[in-house]
């Protein structure tokens, strides 16, 4: 890399902060989100929504919410402003409805409550279409997606003829939404051509250019912030209608607008997980050896775009086996979208696949870890590439000695402590390991202490964190002497945070930024006459405690402050972009993860309660404890959430999910989380990139679910392949 830099990676044991970087910023108040920032002048948007599954709006009579009172302007899609290119979103182009809950009005006014309650004097009238809503009744309009959706290898037929055993069964997991604790909000407002937002996003560049695509204007023009998004899970990876909408009523009343969006408005409009049926078919050896995995998944699509949960595709390279085949069919509805969710695919492709692992190891008196050893992958089984790190045989291992694993009974029903059945059951949690290209500036400011700018956004996962640790790395400095700026498309550019890709690909370019500007800067000490350095070269030099000295010679040595403020008291920075990998294509790279649960099911009532849950994670270098750790147990209580609670119900004459609120779409409290028992191996991945370190936010829950049902089974001996698992299930 840079000529001071004799090492080729990031250290693997920098100094952590022991505190989030924003901890304080946030429990006082300090920190700003979206919807908090003071714009003087500023209006309020409304959305109303569509209360009809299919058709069009046929009028708006707005005679009497026009006349209401602070109402500034009413849009419609007869008098909306008609945009450029917009994607899959609606905003007021055209009268047809896809779905109910679909935006077909804008009221702005001076207040939310006036904006609200001009919104109910609107009559509208519809031209109804009939509605396709009832999917286990249209499995027969299933049909594939437009693009990708299957994958095949080997001979499956003959495979399967040499099978001494098989399972052939039916998985499904239902619609789930995601219900971050700030909702998605947006306030807009124009200077002539120059649209300035704050939006709560996971992805501000992504903001930047939809808005400058929507409104026919540079990307230049558009100014996004984005300091803090209170929890995102997917579900703000989008450009939704609500973040045009925003611009649009500023744009027509020309002042500020801001618009919130209700918990129950985030039912639709902002997408969801699909439902999944999967059927899932193993065949194996006497000795355990797969001969063959065909896994088809059917998931609901909106009418709006052929958006698909990939459940299958995991199942093409966690295990080897001779020959596989995958399919992944749509059946569309009048709904809102589906989009990402925490580990979209790989989080309901695992139950499937996890189960049904479960069901042959049981039929083939294997231990569950055992058969997964059987039949582990050594390199990826698509194109035989080698990983580029992988150490699973650790993680069931370790977790596996700490969970007391080897005491489970495989009989189900075995344990039992008062009117407790008690169960044991594991999962193999994996996810892929991505990322982008990345630019960020590192500045030494005369102070001595750095400064960090990158057009990323922190989700809460404590982006703010490891990125002040990593540029402390570079120059082994406290990181609390690191000044990071965040969530603002004025910083060079970075990619959105999805797919587990942020730490991998923003800490990348933050430490190479931070080498080149302590290059800069050694440069500027062996040039100076007046330095102690003077005369030695910019690679005898290294960093310390706010010095620079000479690596064969420390006594050495000068402060950074002296030698800035000796050479004009000007920051001393780098700009660097941290590209992909130029081999990238010869390897892949996966995150894996063991997880062992620990349940008690009341024997009368039925009711589940996950006592413990152990997981060992080889997920590269983990880079603070504290943030890394919180978000794979995070995923856990998501992965419990899946497993036991979480459904969207969707009433199937009008379309609207009938529990569009916290009161009853179920999500764990305090009181559902028994012990969570968390580890990683932490071997730098170096391979993949320079700081070793492969992303975390959604391996968690991958697995997690499936490991609590197979310790249902073994405490009830009632296999439950619906989920989430309910007590009324577990009566049956």
Not at 14 to 43: C, I
Not at 161 to 173: F, L, N, P, R
Request: one cysteine or more; hydrophobic letters at 40%.
């Amino acid at each position: 890399m840079m000529a001071m830099q004799e090492e080729k990676h990031a250290p693997e044991n920098p100094r952590q902060l022991d505190h989030r970087y924003d901890a304080f910023a946030k429990v006082t108040g300090r920190a700003k989100y979206a919807a908090e920032f003071p714009v003087q002048n500023v209006a309020y948007a409304y959305i109303v929504q569509a209360t009809i599954p299919s058709g069009a709006v046929a009028s708006i009579d707005q005679a009497a919410a026009s006349r209401a009172s602070g109402v500034l302007h009413i849009l419609t899609p007869f008098n909306a402003p008609k945009l450029g290119e917009l994607g899959n979103v609606n905003v007021l182009q055209d009268p047809n409805v896809v779905y109910s809950g679909q935006p077909i009005a804008v009221v702005v006014a001076r207040s939310l409550s006036e904006a609200q309650y001009a919104a109910s004097l609107l009559r509208i009238t519809y031209k109804e279409q009939p509605a396709k809503l009832d999917f286990h009744n249209l499995l027969g309009d299933a049909r594939p997606p437009k693009r990708g959706g299957a994958s095949q290898r080997g001979d499956t037929a003959a495979s399967l003829s040499k099978a001494a055993a098989t399972i052939d069964q039916t998985y499904s997991t239902p619609i789930q939404n995601h219900n971050p604790m700030e909702p998605h909000a947006t306030i807009a407002s124009w200077d002539g051509d120059h649209l300035h937002v704050y939006d709560a996003t996971q992805g501000i560049t992504g903001v930047q250019q939809n808005l400058a695509r929507a409104f026919s204007i540079p990307q230049t023009n558009v100014h996004v912030e984005c300091p803090y998004t209170g929890g995102g899970f997917g579900c703000k990876g989008y450009v939704w209608s609500h973040t045009i909408l925003a611009a649009m009523a500023a744009k027509a009343v020309q002042r500020p607008v801001k618009l919130v969006l209700g918990r129950e408005q985030m039912f639709g409009p902002v997408g969801s997980r699909p439902n999944t049926r999967q059927h899932i078919k193993l065949a194996a050896t006497s000795d355990g050896k797969l001969l063959l995995q065909q896994h088809d998944s059917i998931c609901y699509t909106s009418f709006i775009s052929d958006w698909v949960e990939s459940a299958a595709n995991q199942t093409t390279l966690l295990y080897d086996s001779e020959s596989l085949s995958t399919s992944h069919l749509i059946v569309p509805l009048n709904l809102g979208m589906g989009t990402w969710q925490r580990a979209p695919g790989e989080a309901t492709g695992s139950v499937g696949l996890e189960i049904a692992f479960d069901e042959l190891a049981e039929k083939l008196n294997i231990d569950p870890v055992q058969l997964r050893l059987i039949n582990y992958a050594e390199k990826d089984p698509r194109q035989g590439h080698p990983w580029s790190s992988k150490n699973l045989r650790d993680c069931y291992t370790q977790a596996a000695a700490r969970f007391d694993w080897s005491k489970r009974s495989a009989k189900t029903g075995q344990h039992r402590e008062g009117n407790k059945l008690i169960g044991y059951g594991m999962a193999t949690a994996n996810y892929g390991a991505g990322r982008s290209p990345s630019s960020a500036v590192v500045r030494i400011l005369p102070s001595g202490r750095l400064f960090v700018g990158i057009g990323t956004q922190d989700l809460g996962t404590g982006t703010y964190t490891i990125l002040a640790q990593t540029a402390a790395a570079a120059f082994s400095m406290d990181p609390a002497l690191v000044d990071v700026k965040l969530g603002d498309t004025t910083l060079p550019r970075s990619g959105g945070s999805g797919g587990s890709t942020t730490a991998a690909s923003v800490c990348p370019a933050v430490y190479e930024a931070a080498m080149q500007a302590r290059q800069n800067l050694a440069q500027l000490a062996v040039n100076d006459a007046q330095s102690p350095l003077h005369g030695a070269t910019a690679a005898d030099l290294d960093a310390k405690d706010g010095k620079l000295f000479i690596k064969s010679s420390p006594g050495k040595s000068e402060t950074i402050a002296a030698l800035i403020a000796r050479n004009g008291g000007k920051p001393v920075e780098a700009t660097v972009t941290s590209e992909l990998a130029k081999d990238r294509e010869t390897f892949t790279s996966h995150s894996w993860g063991a997880v062992f649960a620990e349940v008690a099911v009341d024997a009368d009532t039925h009711m589940v309660h996950v006592r413990r849950v152990v997981a060992t994670y080889d997920i590269g270098t983990l880079l603070n404890d504290k943030t890394g750790i919180n978000q794979l147990a995070g995923g856990i209580v998501w992965g419990v959430s899946m497993a036991l609670q979480e459904e969207s119900h969707i009433d199937t004459k009008y379309g609207r999910t009938v529990n569009e609120n916290f009161a009853e779409y179920h999500v764990p409290v305090n009181a559902d989380i028994g012990e969570i028992d968390v580890t990683c191996l932490n071997i730098p991945d170096y391979r993949f990139n320079s700081v070793g370190a492969r992303g975390i936010g959604e391996i968690g829950i991958t697995g997690a679910a499936a490991a609590i049902a197979n310790a249902i089974y073994n405490a009830t001996g009632k296999r439950v392949r619906d989920f989430p698992i309910t007590p009324d299930k577990l009566m049956a």
